[in-house]
């Protein structure tokens, strides 16, 4: 019994030694950042989500910055009712590159780290970073709703790392009928 307990102490302490390290973008810059934005990766490993993972399609969304330095994210996302508007609020933190949400899905809060960008393609963006297979997420973003193979590995290394599965490692189609094209809102 205590060899046990023991070994589970011991994995939730490499678990959180593994997930303690990841640190936002060096020198984020939130300006840089506003825009738009598609998401076309995803890693979750929520067994809620798992029976839509064949359903998600790449959504797009728009950044903006508001005056006090926070974050607004509207995405557009095709669901079976249709195009729907989510609108998000990032409160930004002393951590430039770190913000933190309430999610009304969840009831919790929740923060968010711009892991890696380069501003001009893609975006590596961590949700939740207190590793819990409910609630991790780690997304891709591209400026365009195709990134280049390399971006696409550098994501799935990042997803595998904080240990999330590879079967959690989604890149969805894009989606029809929803702002997600280069003409897009």
Known sequence: MRFTIASVAMVMLCMTAIHADVKPQKDFNLQKFTGKWYRVGLAYDSPGFAPYRDKL????????????????????????????????QYNKTSVPGEFIYFSTRHNIEKDITVVDTDYTDYAL????????????????????????????????????????????????????????TESGQ
């Open 57 to 88: 399609k790449a959504s797009m969304g728009i950044i903006t910055q508001t005056p006090d330095g926070n974050a607004n994210l509207t995405m557009w996302e095709l669901s079976p009712l249709g195009c729907q508007i989510l609108t998000y």
């Open 125 to 180: 963006v961590l949700k939740y970073k207190v590793f819990n297979r409910e609630y991790t997420q780690v997304a891709l973003y591209g400026r365009t709703p195709r990134v280049r193979n390399n971006i696409v590995q550098k994501f799935k290394a990042l997803a595998l790392s904080q240990g999330l599965s590879k079967e959690s490692i989604l890149i969805p189609p894009l989606a029809e009928n929803c702002p997600t």
